[in-house]
């Protein structure tokens, strides 16, 4: 088995990411094809300085614009929101794959006494009506479940019936997001939206182990290298160790992927074996890996696999959202920021969109980055850019 390097593993998966060298994709067509790359990326709706499913494309898609991901998902009808790694954005074509997911939906909700009468007065009254959010679906009352978006917590918690009805009905397949206000979602039936020989394939996957087996591959080709571990690269999925060694051996045998050592390592990676040549490319010295600098979102597939990152990289990340203001090491929403094959700092900004400014309030490099005039300069592209990104005219630092 071919033994690589760390830095070769980094230079590997920045490469498939598309974050380093020539821009791989451009425009709405790169931001389309790179989602088909990924499989899914997560949907977070927190807009500090665009949410993290647009500063995942941004970062990797030149000249991309958020309105660009908005024709994607409701014009075009290209993407759609769906479950998948959490709430995710992934390419309409999968849908077939995701059939088994419905039907265990669909199995669930026929638990529910009332509920089949409830969601026939939604069905008609979409169709009739068009698009609806919990607030205009006129359903009255609560019915005592959680979210069906997860199928967990706690079942004796009231939820808006409105609400409920939309979520079992969405995850079943029957809507889908027809457009978003804020993060307000509008349902509509997905017959009216979705194309019909989507809506009426097959199952691709023969049976649970298959999708499973589809699944692992698709979040290999996300990340681009992935070790035999829990890793949160795999959240969704639900399967123990156990199986997820039965998939990988089960996906080497089949040619699908291949295994490589990294130095320090005693545990092999994976990576898909279309990506081959750019594996070899690498290892030869023919890859572009010419510096180019990103922000990357909180939840990027990069990010996914904290540990590995930390293992390959050294460098730890923590979303601190959630952390408590006097816990904070960083800021509210800290981006790291990449440059070349290693991270070289962290930024925390906010679009002041009333203003059109991007204000940056903090900036720390990592131990051992010292700021030359050419990270400076790349630096300031970067925010200049993503200042465009965010519809703001103007970058003003903290003191300045």
């Given at each position: 088995m071919t033994t690589i390097t760390k830095q070769q593993a980094r230079q590997f998966i920045l490469a498939k990411q598309g974050l380093i060298g020539a821009y791989r994709f451009a425009g709405k067509d790169g931001a389309y094809e790179y989602v088909r790359q990924a499989g899914c990326i997560q949907y977070d709706p927190v807009d500090v300085c665009g949410k993290n499913a647009e500063l995942t494309l941004q970062s990797r898609v030149k000249g991309f614009r958020k309105p660009m991901l908005q024709e994607l998902l409701y014009k075009d009808r290209k993407l759609v929101d769906y479950p998948d790694k959490e709430l995710s954005i992934w390419p309409t074509e999968d849908w077939p794959y995701f059939s088994s997911y419905r039907e265990r939906s669909r199995s669930l909700g026929e638990t529910f006494a009332g509920l089949e009468g409830l969601q026939e007065q939604a069905r008609a009254y979409i169709a009739e009506h068009g698009p609806v959010c919990s607030d205009t679906l006129p359903i009255e009352g609560e019915i005592f479940w959680h979210s069906s978006m997860h199928w967990s917590g706690n079942w004796d918690r009231p939820s808006p019936a409105a609400r409920s009805v939309l979520e079992q009905l969405y995850t079943d397949g029957e809507l889908v997001i027809h457009h978003k206000q804020g993060s307000r979602k509008y349902y509509d039936l997905a017959a009216k939206l979705l194309p019909s020989d989507v809506l009426t394939a097959a199952n691709p996957c023969a049976d649970e182990e298959s999708f499973q087996t589809w699944r692992v591959l698709r979040r290999i080709g996300a990340v681009g290298l992935l070790w035999d571990k829990n890793t949160t690269a795999f959240l969704g999925l639900y399967i123990n160790a156990e199986t997820r060694k039965r998939i990988l051996a089960n996906l080497t045998e089949a040619g699908k992927i291949c295994a490589v050592m990294v130095e320090g390592f005693k545990m092999p990676f994976y990576y898909r074996s279309e990506d081959a040549p750019l594996m070899q490319a690498v290892l030869d010295g023919t890859a572009d890996l010419k510096p180019r600098m990103a922000l990357i979102a909180p939840l990027d597939p990069l990010m996914w696999d904290k540990?590995?990152?930390?293992?390959?990289?050294?460098?730890?990340y923590a979303w601190?959202?959630?952390?408590?203001?006097?816990?904070?090491?960083?800021?509210?929403?800290?981006?790291?920021?990449l440059f070349g094959d290693r991270f070289v700092g962290r930024?925390?900004?906010?679009?002041?969109?009333k203003e059109r400014i991007l204000r940056v309030k903090g900036l720390w490099w990592e131990d051992g980055i010292r700021p030359t005039k050419k990270l400076e300069a790349a630096l300031e592209r970067t925010l200049k850019e993503f200042c465009k990104f965010n519809e703001c005219t103007e970058v003003k630092r903290v003191g300045e």
């Open positions: 540990a590995l990152v930390q293992a390959l990289w050294d460098f730890t601190e959202i959630y952390t408590p203001v006097v816990k904070r090491k960083y800021g509210y929403y800290t981006l790291p920021i930024v925390d900004s906010v679009a002041d969109r």
